[in-house]
């Protein structure tokens, strides 16, 4: 599936994003994802339960049942995608937030991980002090 809409790859984009900053524990309750991009992007529930459902027909993220919570819809990202600084900061993603998102290996962005790991005394190439 190709995105030609430049409108729907941004939107896209912006959701990917705030799935690996804001939920990085790998599964995010629909529910959950929808408040949030209301609450930060003013975006409409149905806007997000849409763009949700793209990401998961073109592979990004997969999307299963909770059976022990009513059966709401639990996403998972499949493949993460790095997240540009300039839209973290936007997103006001926190230094945790920088350390706990999944990073290719050697890039910028895992430089960026990097020195949010040592802000937190955590990194693994430095020495932590």
Same mark, same amino acid.
């Given at each position: 599936?190709? +995105?030609?809409? =430049?409108?729907? !790859? ?9 799935? *690996?900053? !804001? ?7 629909? *529910? ?10 003013? /975006?409409?529930? &149905?806007?997000? !339960? !849409?763009?949700? *459902? ?5 592979? +990004? ?8 919570? &009513? /059966? ?20 006001? =993603? ?27 005394? *955590?990194?693994?190439?430095?020495? &932590?002090?």
């Amino acid at each position: 599936m190709d +995105v030609d809409d =430049a409108e729907l !790859r941004e939107d896209l984009a912006i959701l990917a994003a705030a799935l *690996q900053v !804001r939920f990085p524990d790998r599964g995010a309750r629909e *529910q959950s994802v929808v408040e949030y991009m209301a609450i930060r992007f003013r /975006w409409p529930a &149905n806007r997000t !339960r !849409r763009r949700l *459902q793209s990401l998961v027909d073109l592979g +990004v993220l997969r999307c299963s049942r909770d059976l022990g919570d &009513n /059966w709401s819809k639990v996403f998972e990202v499949l493949d993460r995608p790095h997240v540009p600084p300039g839209l973290a900061i936007e997103m006001g =993603a926190t230094v945790e937030d920088l350390a706990l998102t999944v990073h290719p290996h050697p890039t910028l962005p895992e430089a960026i991980m990097e020195t949010a790991e040592a802000a937190l005394g *955590q990194a693994i190439h430095v020495l &932590n002090r």
